[in-house]
């Protein structure tokens, strides 16, 4: 049986590459993604789910039934709408309601041009 992750933030280049090495590992993968034709990838086993991170309810449709979820949302430097903070609130939230213990978020804030973003 495959293992099946969820993963937030696919659109960006680390999302990107995350999706080519689960596929290439032979994971299936459903992914949360604001504007589906922003995910310039396409596979049988990539699920991509349209929805926001900021919801709740999106969040814990995609994380539901998954063996691991995979985070690294993202957004330009300037942006102040928290999607770091709130969205990755709601994944811990529904990976405990929803019994899936393994997540691994990886962030590049506070790098390049995010970090004037950190006090």
Same mark, same amino acid.
């Given at each position: 049986m495959n293992k099946h992750i969820a993963l937030f933030g696919p659109t960006g280049g680390t999302g990107q590459s995350l999706i080519q090495q $689960? =596929?290439?590992r032979g994971y299936e993968i459903t992914a949360l993604v604001r504007t589906p034709t922003k995910l310039s990838?396409?596979?049988e086993m990539l699920h991509p789910v349209q929805g926001d991170a900021m919801r709740y309810q !999106? #969040?814990?449709k #995609? #994380? +539901?039934d998954k063996d691991a979820v995979l985070c690294c949302l993202g957004t330009r $430097? +300037? !942006?102040t709408t928290m999607v770091r903070a709130h969205g990755t609130e709601n994944i811990v939230r529904a990976m405990q309601e929803e019994n899936v213990a393994r997540l691994v978020c990886q962030t590049s =804030?506070?790098?390049g041009d995010t970090a004037s973003a950190m006090p």
């Amino acid at each position: 049986m495959n293992k099946h992750i969820a993963l937030f933030g696919p659109t960006g280049g680390t999302g990107q590459s995350l999706i080519q090495q $689960a =596929l290439k590992r032979g994971y299936e993968i459903t992914a949360l993604v604001r504007t589906p034709t922003k995910l310039s990838i396409t596979n049988e086993m990539l699920h991509p789910v349209q929805g926001d991170a900021m919801r709740y309810q !999106d #969040v814990q449709k #995609v #994380v +539901a039934d998954k063996d691991a979820v995979l985070c690294c949302l993202g957004t330009r $430097a +300037a !942006d102040t709408t928290m999607v770091r903070a709130h969205g990755t609130e709601n994944i811990v939230r529904a990976m405990q309601e929803e019994n899936v213990a393994r997540l691994v978020c990886q962030t590049s =804030l506070g790098y390049g041009d995010t970090a004037s973003a950190m006090p």
